[in-house]
């Protein structure tokens, strides 16, 4: 099952899952670019989050309005839906209006191949960036081993080139895949002084010992954090 968490509250672009797109809100444009993978659903702390859904026919969990991240968001509303422990569940953030249907449905397929094995707690997916895009600190870094196991993720340049020119850096596309099972064991961990400098959720993972798998993809997609996001990619997608 695909879940999008949708808070309201942005601090930098308030009510931005309702902008406009080509006259759909985002977050239903987000749902519709996804909903050919398998079925979707919405979990969100708004009321009108959730009668615009049914609008469109899709969806909507009314979730508590505490929660610090979009994980937790997924969970409660996973929870709600009884979903059972070997489901799949994929986190496509509710600002990711013009997502490539191929990029997600590498991740699905990636968390059922990986669904057993223990170790592996979430799975994500990156893309092939350059040496100037790796400067921007909004861009997060992944480094991974031979086997596509994520070893860190950082708004940092990794890795650093010392001695000569790199670029063949990994930007982070943050897509998450779960069992039930392991969504709720995610939930359940004590958050970590790594993910709280970086502000990066799924550092949690990697801090207490568990792994984060990898897969490459090709997407031209970009979340929408501004007001001034939303106007480049109406130019850019000629909407």
């Excluded at 070997?86 to 249907?101: A, L, T, W």
């Excluded at 895949?177 to 790594?194: H, M, R, V, Y």
């Amino acid at each position: 099952m695909i879940i999008i968490p949708a808070r309201i509250g942005s601090s930098r672009f308030p009510n931005k899952v309702l902008a406009d797109i080509g006259g759909m809100p985002m977050v239903i444009r987000t749902a519709k670019a996804v909903e050919g993978i398998d079925k979707v659903a919405i979990a969100t702390d708004s009321h009108d989050v959730v009668e615009m859904a049914k609008e469109y026919g899709i969806e909507a969990i009314m979730t508590s309005t505490e929660h610090h991240s979009g994980t937790d968001r997924i969970y409660e509303a996973a929870e709600k839906l009884g979903l059972a422990d070997d489901e799949i569940i994929v986190n496509v953030q509710g600002d990711e209006p013009f997502i490539e249907e191929e990029v997600v449905q590498a991740v699905f397929d990636l968390t059922k191949t990986n669904a057993s094995k223990d170790a592996i707690m979430m799975n994500s997916c990156y893309k092939r960036i350059n040496n100037p895009e790796a400067d921007d600190p909004n861009i997060v870094k992944v480094v991974t081993d031979d086997n596509g196991i994520a070893l860190y993720f950082s708004r940092a340049k990794v890795p650093y080139p010392r001695d000569h020119h790199f670029d063949e850096y990994k930007g982070h596309i943050g897509i998450y895949g779960f069992t039930k099972k392991s969504l709720a064991s995610f939930c359940k961990l004590e958050a970590s002084p790594l993910e709280d400098i970086e502000k990066l959720e799924q550092l949690r993972t990697l801090y207490h010992g568990y792994e984060v798998a990898m897969v490459e993809v090709e997407t031209e997609s970009f979340g929408i954090d501004t007001p001034e996001d939303l106007e480049q990619a109406l130019k850019k997608y000629q909407i």
